[in-house]
């Protein structure tokens, strides 16, 4: 480093693939922002941080690499998690919980990362930006003289719902399926189902209850929130996210992993888990499909479904006759990276869709966004997963809803009732379906006339607003530029 920089940024995602990328467009929206007069250090575990620098790698041009890492030790035995596991990815969900907790382990090492600088620069980071996760770190930034500021790669809406669903649990307190969430207009209603099994059956005493409310208290003593959403797309659940926090909220999005970054990772995940698909495949694939008539199915990093919920996609997808491109992987109770077999799908599926060229199946990993940015891509069945979300309505595309985990289900819910660019096919890994409800979901998001044609209609409206939200127009900036400014003034 040459140059002497006005400050330091210090940055701590969690760990999870949805997590990293997101942190990393912020890193580097903060750099554009401020014409990277500041230092930005991104700090994790050591698996982690090499799964930051190949994207990195793959995304900035020599002369702009400012980002700095930094390895944090972490010792992922010592919460029952098999060596060289740092991340949610290759653990089974009822394994996902030990990362979080082993996630609090790295408040030593955090604290002396933040103690070094200090003593280097003379002066503490500007500010701490930290995930809603990692509740801990506003207080190594209090102990240790800096702001913290904290960044939920949710949007407003399953943010709002998310935290004050873990912090009252107000489904413990009624026994109807049905429930008004703090924080919502008194007659807003969510319902069970749109939770995960983990938060139905949470009652403050099981390995999930012990670590959200804590942490997530303390991420609402922050100096305030940034949000991966776009204020005119999200006015309903800004508004009252802000009013339910008492903090500033900055939403700052979409912020979308650049497209070189995900290519940079589809070979690796392709390297990794000797799967996926090249991407020139899927384009030139693609290229001979009539523009919107393709229907993209994935369900995120994470996710896979059940096997009879499979069998039922698949054979709704064959009757439906609708093109599609299927990122599929072993279902729920196996191992998700693991060998696939056909067994799992109607048989003759696999060679059936290959010879009549009607669907593509890529295994385990499929290059996402350039998927749905290309004109034959018509719909995208998702777990509406945030990332999945933005990205689909960054590029008009409507969204059949399967929400599984996390804040899906409050997700999937707003895309219908506040957005109107989805209907739900299902919920949870659990539910049954049957091929008649694929055909007629299918066919409704689909169809070029009336609903369908309604449903394109309203996502393209929001991916203008996207775009607008991030451009400046003359001397008028986008509200996300705006909000990027104003975090700024308030760190310094
Ligand atoms: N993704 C991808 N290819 C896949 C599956 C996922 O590129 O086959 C990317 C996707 O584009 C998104 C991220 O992984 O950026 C998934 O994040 P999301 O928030 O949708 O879901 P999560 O994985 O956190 O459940």
Not at 115 to 139: A, K, M, R, Y
Not at 178 to 200: A, K
């Amino acid at each position: 480093e040459t140059t002497k920089k006005k400050g330091h940024i210090v940055m701590i995602p969690f760990m999870a693939h949805g997590h990293l990328i997101p942190f990393l467009a912020l890193a580097r929206k903060i750099q554009q922002t401020t014409n990277t007069i500041y230092t930005i250090t991104i700090a994790s575990t050591p698996l982690n941080i090499q799964h930051l620098k190949s994207a990195i790698s793959t995304t900035f041009s020599n002369n702009d690499i400012s980002i700095h890492l930094a390895e944090l030790p972490f010792n992922s035995s010592q919460y029952g998690l098999p060596p060289n596991i740092e991340n949610t990815e290759k653990l089974p969900l009822t394994d996902i919980i030990k990362i979080f907790h082993a996630s609090t382990s790295l408040q030593a090492p955090f604290s002396s990362l933040i103690s070094n600088i200090t003593e280097q620069e003379g002066h503490p980071p500007l500010c701490i930006i930290s995930d809603v996760f990692l509740g801990w770190v506003t207080n190594v930034a209090k102990c240790l003289g800096t702001k913290n500021i904290t960044f939920t790669t949710c949007g407003a809406y399953g943010t709002l719902a998310y935290i004050s669903i873990w912090s009252n649990l107000p489904h413990r307190k009624t026994d109807s399926d049905e429930f008004w969430v703090e924080g919502f207009p008194q007659n807003y209603r969510f319902h069970i189902s749109q939770m995960h099994r983990y938060l139905r059956q949470a009652d403050g005493s099981d390995s999930w209850s012990k670590f959200f409310p804590p942490q997530i208290a303390l991420s609402m003593k922050s100096d305030g929130w940034i949000c991966n959403t776009v204020e005119k797309i999200e006015t309903f659940g800004l508004q009252h996210l802000r009013k339910y926090l008492e903090l500033p909220v900055w939403s700052v999005g979409p912020l979308l992993p650049p497209s070189s970054a995900l290519k940079g990772l589809n070979s690796k995940y392709r390297a990794g888990k000797e799967s996926g698909i090249a991407l020139e495949e899927c384009i030139e694939w693609l290229d001979l499909k009539d523009e919107k008539s393709v229907l993209y199915i994935s369900f995120g990093s994470q996710n896979t479904i059940s096997a009879s919920q499979m069998m039922a996609l698949a054979e709704g997808l064959e009757e439906s006759e609708k093109t599609f491109i299927w990122v599929i992987r072993p279902p729920f109770g196996f191992d998700m990276n693991g060998e696939f077999k056909e067994e799992w799908l109607p048989k003759g599926f696999e060679e059936r869709t290959r010879l009549s060229k009607r669907g593509l199946l890529v295994h385990k990993w499929g290059p996402q966004l350039e998927i749905l940015s290309h004109k034959s891509t018509g719909a995208f069945l998702s777990h509406c997963g945030w990332n999945s979300v933005l990205e689909s309505l960054s590029q008009g595309v409507p969204i059949i809803g399967w929400p599984l985990a996390a804040e899906q289900g409050y997700n999937a819910k707003m895309l219908v009732e506040e957005m109107g660019v989805s209907v739900e096919l299902t919920r949870t890994v659990e539910s049954v379906i049957s091929k008649e409800d694929v055909k007629r979901v299918i066919g409704i998001v689909m169809d070029q006339e009336g609903k369908g044609k309604e449903m394109k209609e309203k996502a393209n409206e929001i991916a203008v607003h996207m775009r607008e939200a991030t451009i400046e127009r003359g001397e008028e900036k986008g509200s996300s530029l705006r909000a990027m400014d104003d975090f700024v003034r308030t760190i310094l």
